[in-house]
């Protein structure tokens, strides 16, 4: 089984968008066994909170199901030897990561878009507003990372 973590900064946009677009994927293709995903946030900011309501819009808007009870939650140093992959949505979580989880010997903690083969950041939703390019983002990396 593969076990991802999607990493953005407060939890609560971007890498919950990750973690229920992934998870719709994997369920299309019949993978739901193959693949257990979650997400959490570099910062303490938001901890507790539930999805931003137009991260849920877009998501609905897409057909793609979400958990109503996800909560924001913070990144720890075990979720190193948890997860396969740690994928951040951009350059500052991966700065950020390195307080929590300093070091990376197996090579686990990835930018997200790096799997489309550019090293961009995942346009932020929190202050563009533009959730439909978060998800557009979001799905053309998902989609390269199954393949």
Request: proline share 5%; hydrophobic share 40%; aromatic share 8%.
């Amino acid at each position: 089984m593969k076990r991802i973590l999607f990493v953005c900064h407060g939890n609560i946009c971007r890498s919950p968008m990750a973690e229920f677009i992934l998870k719709a994927l994997v369920k299309v293709r019949g993978l739901e066994n193959d693949y257990y995903i979650e997400s959490a946030a570099v910062s303490t900011e938001e901890i507790g909170n539930p999805i931003y309501p137009p991260a849920k819009r877009c998501l609905s808007q897409h057909g793609v199901p979400f958990d109503q009870a996800k909560k924001a939650r913070q990144v720890t140093r075990a979720d190193y030897t948890r997860f396969d992959r740690i994928i951040c949505m951009d350059a500052s979580n991966l700065r950020l990561i390195r307080r929590i989880i300093p070091d990376d010997p197996d090579g686990k903690i990835h930018l997200m878009m790096s799997y489309t083969g550019v090293g961009r950041d995942v346009a932020d939703p929190w202050y563009t507003g533009d959730f439909e390019q978060t998800f557009q983002d979001i799905l053309e990396a998902s989609e390269a990372m199954l393949r």
